[in-house]
Structure formats: C-alpha cells, structure tokens
C-alpha cells in the first residue's frame, strides 16, 4: 500500500524552465492538495481538488497550475519557474471533506531548487 | 478569517524533561485541530486530532476554547522526539476540507 507517492523527489531547473510535479495517491481519497514548505513559513497550500473534476485556489496560487487527471492523480505544473518557487512541494489527500478519522496522509515531498 | 499561531520557532529541552509545544488558533465557529509531526527529511504525519483524545508515543494535546488554545504535551521527552511539529486547524464552510497549518516548532531533545 504507497499511499500518496510524489514524483521526482528532487529537481533543479534554470529559471523560466517549466516542469510537472506527480502526485498520485490509491486510498481512493477524493480530495487531494498541494502545500509548499519553506523554512519559517511553515506549509502553505497552493491549489486543491475537493474531488474529481474540481479545483480552486489555495493561498498561493500565482505561478502554478493543477490538473486533476483523474481520482488518482493530481498534478501541479510550474510554467516558468522562478527563484522564489524554490521549495519542498508536497501533495496530500484525504478521504472526504467531511469526514476526518485520519485527516491528510501526506506524500514524501518534493525538493526543487530554481537557479 | 481562520489563522495557528505557534509561538515558538525552536525549543530545546533534556531528555526526560516535560515538554509543551504551544498553539493557539482563531476561529470563530467549533473548530477542529491536529498535531503533526515531521521527522527529519521524512513526510509529514498525523501525530494527534483533538477529537480522539487519544495519546500517541506519550504526547497529549488538551483543545481549552477558552484560551483558544491547543498544546501539545509530553512530560518525559526522549530524543526520538526531536522534529517539527506542525499545529493544524480545519476549515468550515466552504472550506470545511482544508487545513490550515502553524508555522512550526522545532523540538530538539538534547541527551
């Protein structure tokens, strides 16, 4: 049982390079996140997906877009990448909104570096 | 609009000792708050939700409304211990399924 697995776990790219951050999870969770974690800012939430088919903005959204490919997977693109988007990227997902036995269960992370 | 304060970015303590790691949240209906905790260079993971009340590796976390508060507490620290914690509070409404997240505390458990 993976549970939430992210791909690749590490990436530098040059700025203006753009790349797809994986996020695929089989717990058959409906909703799944995307959070940033930067030292001191704790994790911040880039877009979310309540469910299949659905997605909206989180608290820092500019820069970045998401793609629910299906129930499973949920994937966030950076376009153009810049220095500030250096970071470790994690996705998460979690049963259903309403209900919260285990809430989110989190994927290993992804650490990018933008030169 | 809802926020997690932890108040403190580092905390040091000797094994044995008692540890707290404080939260305090704002939130303006009943809200619902989780520990989690982050060992180095591992995922996140689910240490304690205060609807549980359960106690996971030692640790506790009391929700007191009163003080808005919702630490975490352990009386004997071991050096196992020693990671970020991260205090989390659920949304309500339209964002009853997002979490919102302190910004964290280092533990270190000296020996």
């Known amino acids: 049982n993976a549970g939430v697995t992210q791909t690749p776990k590490f990436q530098v790219l040059k700025t203006g390079q753009s790349m797809t951050l994986q996020c695929a999870q089989d717990?058959?969770?409906?909703?799944m996140y995307w959070y940033r974690q930067d030292p001191g800012m704790g994790l911040r939430l880039i877009y979310y997906?309540?469910?299949?088919?659905?997605?909206d903005k989180g608290e820092v959204p500019n820069g970045y877009n998401v793609s629910r490919l299906n129930k499973r997977e949920f994937s966030l693109r950076l376009e153009s990448a810049a220095p500030s988007q250096t970071s470790v990227y994690f996705c998460?997902?979690?049963?259903?909104?309403?209900?919260?036995?285990?809430?989110?269960?989190f994927g290993s992370g992804t650490r990018l570096t933008v030169v | 609009a809802q926020r997690v304060t932890q108040p403190e970015k580092l905390l040091s303590v000797f094994k044995g000792a008692p540890v707290e790691l404080k939260c305090n949240y704002s939130?303006?209906?009943?809200?619902?708050l989780f520990w989690y905790v982050q060992y180095s260079r591992q995922r996140l993971q689910l240490l304690l939700r205060?609807?549980s009340r359960e106690s996971i590796k030692g640790f506790t976390a009391d929700l007191n409304k009163g003080e808005t508060s919702f630490h975490l507490k352990k009386p004997f620290a071991q050096e196992e211990d020693s990671a970020m914690y991260y205090c989390?509070?659920?949304?309500?409404?339209?964002?009853?399924?997002?979490?919102?997240f302190g910004k964290g505390t280092l533990l270190t458990v000296n020996p």
């Open positions: 989390a509070l659920k949304g309500s409404g339209g964002s009853n399924y997002k979490l919102t």
């Open positions: 939130y303006s209906g009943s809200p619902e």
């Open positions: 717990m058959n969770h409906n909703s």
């Open positions: 997906s309540a469910s299949e088919g659905t997605t």
């Open positions: 205060h609807i």
């Open positions: 998460a997902s979690s049963l259903d909104p309403g209900l919260w036995t285990h809430g989110y269960t």
